[in-house]
């Protein structure tokens, strides 16, 4: 079986979109298993929502998420995030606010656990450093872990006591052996490693690879949308560059 991992769609619909087009032309692909912060920043929240709704998969809560429907205070926010949280809460319906809050902060699934942030502080910690890493290494028992928030490609490795980092490039297919792993797949909706393209990864069960792709989508089209409906618009100019 396969999985597309996709993490902080954003609300940037035409990158979620480029990637599920992509997904498609890979074959057979089981689930989606998204790891969070589906809207904030980008300009189609209920859309995003309800795409991804429309597919089978899983999903945990991101703290964009959480934001959106007043589960957490936006003041840890920068002034343009809560901004964007704040136009984000008035887009959303019932049902939309109701997925939201229904969203888990944790799943486990086989091999894998699943969380937005860090698995010691699922929504608020960034798993950036390598030091992080391998304090968090502690904090889940399953082998692998999957994280998104910093949105970046990036594996970390716990091996014998030490730890490591590596940044995924794309086409990158990492073979998963023993060692537990902390891997990211990276951002589909506001890339932060320099790549402005979407990035998602595909883990394949039977050969137990994890696969790192990119997908250029309509950044014009999206930031048009966000300016149009008055969002930040450093959020809408960060997209040309992915920072
Ligand atoms: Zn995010």
């Known amino acids: 079986m396969r999985y597309a991992i996709l993490a902080d769609i954003h609300a940037n619909l035409a990158a979620f979109t480029a990637v599920l087009e992509d997904v498609k032309g890979r074959g057979d692909v089981e689930e989606i298993w998204c790891l969070g912060d589906i809207v904030g920043y980008g300009p189609e929240p ?110 970390f490795r716990e091996e014998n006591g030490s730890c490591s980092l590596s940044e995924m490039l794309p086409g990158t297919d990492l073979r998963l052996g023993k060692a537990r792993l902390i891997i990211n797949p990276g951002g589909v909706g506001q890339p932060r490693d320099g790549d402005p393209r979407a990035a998602y990864a595909v883990y394949d069960g039977e050969t137990t690879t994890m696969a790192f792709y990119r997908v250029p989508y309509d950044i014009a089209a999206t930031q048009a949308k966000m300016l149009h409906a008055g969002l930040p618009v450093r959020l809408a100019s960060r997209l040309s560059y992915g920072v």
Not at 59 to 71: E, L, P, Q, R, Y
């Open 46 to 155: 209920h859309q995003c929502i309800e795409v991804l709704r429309q597919h089978s998969g899983i999903c945990v809560a991101g703290n964009h998420d959480w934001a959106a429907i007043g589960k957490i205070d936006t003041v840890d926010f920068n002034p343009d995030a809560a901004a964007a949280a704040r136009w984000t809460a008035g887009q959303l319906g019932t049902e939309d606010r109701q997925y939201l809050e229904g969203l888990p902060l944790v799943i486990e699934k086989g091999d894998f656990m699943l969380v937005h942030g860090s698995p010691r502080e699922p929504i608020w910690e960034y798993v950036l450093s390598n030091a992080t890493a391998c304090e968090n290494f502690a904090f889940f028992k399953s082998q692998f872990c999957l994280v998104g928030h910093s949105h970046a490609p990036a594996v």
